[in-house]
């Protein structure tokens, strides 16, 4: 007599995802990252969620047909894997370190006083470093963001030139931190070229839809869905453990522990997280909390992994 065994189904998304969205715009704390003016022109009430699942199916609610947003620091996701495919990890933990630091992602004390290495690749002072390390001027250094941009999002992106101009004219926060990396030896271009590289990163502009293909990658061990290699294992091993642990800066424990999904967070209000060989994840809304999180983002992420069980301790069940 043959056993039978019961195949576990996953929960309907399609309704939830809705309810999910309804219940988030209750969330109203938090504001929008006016410090970069022409963030504070967002509409507050736009609020997205895509979930892309290992196989490719795509599952959208909220305003994901029409809500778009610059991704900001998720945008340190592209240099960090595309240097550790070209240069390998041993290189890249040369140029930056990999331990939370429980401070402002961008502050200048920190880097002064623990430095003169950065402490990891998602603080602000990290990813102008690894963007010096970018081969090439300027032009070159944008045609390589362009390309890796294409291989992990499975399309072009582009700058939103309105946000470009209003992060460049105000970024004298980032300039501290460049000239002080300059003057350690941990930048080798001129500041202005390394810091429009680093806006132009953090300028692109997407979807949830176009950002959550980046997480699902990560999810499918940086496998297409047709189980073409795209990035190695090793380097999407090195990616989620920092995203786990300082994705989300001194909010990552907080998120791996409520959550278990390795996430990382920019002050446009979007979020992208990974569940482990199950899907990737893209939330967003652009209130966000003093330390730069989403506000409905973490909750959102919060009820669907409770509703999914997609915490990464039952990535194995």
Known sequence: ???LTQKKTQPSLEPYLKKLISKSRKLNDGKVADYIPELA?????????TVMLKGGDSHDAGDANTHKMTLQSVSKLIILIGLLEEFGKDKVLSWVGVEPTGQDFASIKYLDWHGPKPSNPFVNSGAICLCDKIPGNLAERWHWIDKWVTKLFNQPLYVNQSVYNSELITGDHNRALAYLLKSTGFLNNPVESVLKTYVSLCSLEVTTRQAAYLPALLARSGCEFDHKPIISSATVDVVLALMATCGLYDES????VMTGLPAKSGVSGLIVAVALNRAGIAVASPRVDYKGGSIRGQYMLEQLSNHTKWHFANAGL
Not at 41 to 49: E, F, H, P, Y
């Open 253 to 256: 424990g907080y998120n791996l």
């Open 1 to 3: 007599m043959t056993k």
């Open 41 to 49: 022109n967002v509409d507050t009430k736009k609020t997205s969620i």
